[in-house]
């Protein structure tokens, strides 16, 4: 393994000072698309979409809980996917062990749920098992179309923003492929060190120590000592 230069403490005082000009610049420009998204236009959702919840048969507006804006998570935690019926996807659960307590999100007037193709009864004993505390419901399928093919998450994970205005909701933002990773620290911990993710598509000095994306992830309790 090629290491970077030893330097003393100055030295290395010195480097970060210049590396957080560059953390700077991106702190602004993450500032900036943060302000573009709250710019971009809205779009009405006209279907009444259900869902099966612990209590029972709801439709989107439910899913806000009374607050004005939603974020709406699609984890494949879903019949026929790998690990089933012990589990749903290891990229969804990943996600899912990421989610903490709701109230910081509640208190600007915003809901976070999940949902899946997974019966009520598969996600609480899923739930269960992984130690989740996360409102989640069931997509139920409609004859005009259903929320995962509507909202582009029939295929693939993503999150989608949804505000209301009284009864009337609208579609705001959408976060799929690499955008959903801002949600999981574990790769912002990883990104910090001096080794990264470990991952081969990483610009990493040489011998450092990498294997393939996506194939060190285990669910969280199947990880036993395993690299």
């Known amino acids: 393994m090629h290491t970077p230069p030893i330097v003393s ?10 590396l957080l000009v560059k953390e700077k610049e991106l702190t602004r420009s993450r500032d900036a698309m943060a302000a573009m998204r709250r710019r971009m ?4 959702v006209e ?7 612990p209590e029972g048969r709801v439709g989107l507006l439910d899913l806000f809980q009374g607050r004005r804006q939603l ?11 790998h ?12 996600m899912a062990d990421h989610i903490g307590n709701l109230a910081h999100l509640n208190a600007r007037d915003t809901a976070l749920v999940y949902v899946s193709r997974g019966s ?3 996600l609480a004993r899923i739930k269960a098992r992984m130690g989740w505390d996360i409102p989640w419901y069931t997509i139920v399928p409609e004859p005009d179309g259903t929320f995962d ?19 009337r909701i609208y579609r705001t933002y959408f976060i ?8 999981v620290n574990t790769f912002a911990f990883l990104d910090m060190t001096a080794l990264g993710r470990q991952e081969s598509w990483e610009d990493s000095p040489e011998g450092y120590p990498q294997t393939k994306p996506y194939e060190w992830w285990r669910w969280h309790d199947e990880y036993n000592g395993s690299k």
């Open 83 to 94: 690990g089933w019926p012990d589990h749903g996807c290891v990229g969804c659960s990943l």
């Open 71 to 81: 974020i709406a998570y699609r984890a494949f935690v879903d019949p026929g996917v």
């Open 41 to 44: 236009p809205w779009t009405p």
């Open 47 to 53: 279907k009444p979409y259900a869902f099966d919840g």
């Open 176 to 183: 799929n492929n690499r955008g959903d990773e801002v949600f």
């Open 149 to 167: 093919t509507d909202f582009g998450v029939d295929e693939w994970h993503g999150t989608n923003a949804f505000i209301r205005d009284g009864d």
């Open 120 to 122: 009520q009864a598969d």
């Open 9 to 18: 403490a100055q030295e290395w005082d010195d480097a970060l000072q210049e």
